[in-house]
């Protein structure tokens, strides 16, 4: 329920209030607002695309990658990128406080038929929950 | 006690003794504190080695701070030290960018700095807390300058989209008024005898008055418009000098529109330890610290130099790197030890020999995105129009901060401002902006703060998204509850002859300072393995 409000006020609001999240030089200190982000193409541009590329095809790095979505076969099954999203892999942070479950369904499903990827069935919320960590990560200082 | 003898000096152990009585524990701290025992981390001295034997080899990789020092305290200890570092420079995230520089990011989008000759903006760390000893120490040891970093600035702006209009308002403005109103609420159920029961009458009376000298009320207890608010906010006219040089006092904001803004968030921002007073940052940019380390251990690093694996066994270290000075062919270094700098973001994709829950931690801490903006302006328009003076400007809106140099105040000409701050969601946007987008929206943000100049006077900018830096990956590590407690002491303790050591390694996540604690730590741990190695 909780999660539904938060929801609804993500996508009334332009802008979301600061979250109040410090980090530590932090720097910032405290994270930047929220894009409201209602389809899985939104989800892409706004979070995705700055490690995995506009494109989908990653990127090569000193001794190491941001793996290419485009033509990548781990995509087949959805439970493999709800789960990294969910929970990150490596480097890769999780997003399970950043996104819903509404969310994380519409970027599996953008990733998983677009970049030449064609794995049509759909992804729905209810694959996405049952994923979510029943403790969720949390950053600590 | 007779007064026949002048009373003694009490020693330190009695002082200390009769402040915790006194005033419990956090006040016993404070006071150790103060005199010389606690401090903010936990560095005291640098570690003495000493009696290394004869031609024990150590490789070093990567040569930022951690590297670096670790090159330096170990080479001083009598080892054989080699760093290889894949950058065509050393520093590591220690960086300054300058006129004439390029940034080349994941994706291909370069960028060239067209700053004017002298400014510089820190896209990497920016300012250093004054109880970062370890880090201070060595700045102080190896001859960096360093000058004050100002933090708190009450002139500067603070902006809600959906508080005051949308309008920035004063730091000032805004920190008196929720003082001032906060107390006089607290004042008014002492009066109104709500709190009776929890406090008695004498605590009563110190509360009262310290909420009318503290809050900056009138004597009855209100916070409103006159001289003992204005003192505190500004007057609407300012105080002057001869006739007319009255001050008309100015109107707090409505209490309402203080407590639902939200703004107080930056009020808290600079309470916590590691934004307290005093910071500093090195005179002519960050990067004169890497410059500093550079000069005492430069004759020990390769550059250039792309670690693909990192071998172990019962004799020593292998590691194999492409060296890019020569085309990329496969060379490879050995060694008895090996201090790896590494970040994780990068670490954790190469074939390290390592055992299980050592790899295991590897690929445990994930690294944060942050993007940071450098914008020159043709004239310095915060100080000659808005009379702020280094400080930092704070919103709601993506870019979060406006940052202005703490340098070269009232100098005319081009100045460099740090223009975006982010980390968290809106730097995971940024960083998938091309460098002109980012400009853009810092640009329609920055106009905000301030109206009718900022565009006008931008000059050119760089952006640095530290995500999309093929070196690192990411900003910094970020590590959760759980990842500390299954794999933090796994990714400290050396593993046979390989020892980790970066900011990814110490308590100090983000900061140069867990660099040089976890840098000391790990030489600390190598030294006493080869000194038990027979």
Redesign the interface.
Known sequence: MRRIICLSTLLA???????????????????????PMATGEDVY???????H??DGRG????????PALAGNARLQVSAYPIYVIMN?Y?????FSE?LTDQQIAGVVGYIRTHFGNNYTDPVTPADVTPQRPA?P????? | MTDSHPPKTPTRRQLLTRIGTLAGSAALYQAMTTMGHAQGTDFTAPPVLSGARRGTRVLVLGAGLAGMLSAYELRKAGYAVQVLE?QGRSGGRNISLRGGDTVTE??GAVQKVGFASGNYINPG???IPYHHQGLLHYCREFGVELEPFVELNHNSWLH???AFDGKPVRYREFSSDFTGFTTELLGKAIDQHKLDDVVDADEREHLRTAMEQWGGLDPDLTYRKGDTSSQRRGYTRPQGGGIDGAPIPSDPFARRDVLRS?LW?WMA?HE?L??QTTMFQPVGGMDMIGKGFNRQVHDLITLNC???SIQQDEHGVRVMYDDMNHGGVARQAQAEYCVCTIP???L???DVQVSAPLKAAI?A??????VKMGMEFRRRFWEEDDQIYGGIS?T??????ISYPSHGYFSRGPAVLLGG????????????MTPQARLEQALAQGEVLHPGTYRKEFSNGVSL?W?????A??C?S???????KTHYKTLCTMDNRIVLAGEHASY????QEGAILSALDAVTQLHKRAQGAS
């Open positions: 609001l332009p802008l979301l209030a600061p979250s109040g999240t410090a980090h530590a030089d932090s720097a910032s200190a405290f994270e930047g607002t929220v894009q541009h706004h979070v995705c695309q700055g490690c590329m506009p990127a090569v790095g000193a001794s190491a990658r941001f990150g490596g480097g890769m942070p999780w950043m403790i990560p949390k950053e600590i200082y | 894949f994941l994706g760390p920016w300012r809600s989209s959906t939200g968030t921002f916590r590691e934004m792309k670690v693909t994780l973001s990068i954790s994709q190469m690929m801490v994930p690294y944060a995105s942050s704070f709601d809106q993506p870019i979060s901060q701050y982010m980390f968290g969601p809106a730097a995971f946007d940024f960083a998938g998204a995500s999309r830096v093929p070196w990956l990411g910094c970020m590590w959760s509850e759980q990842a500390r100090v996540g983000c900061w």
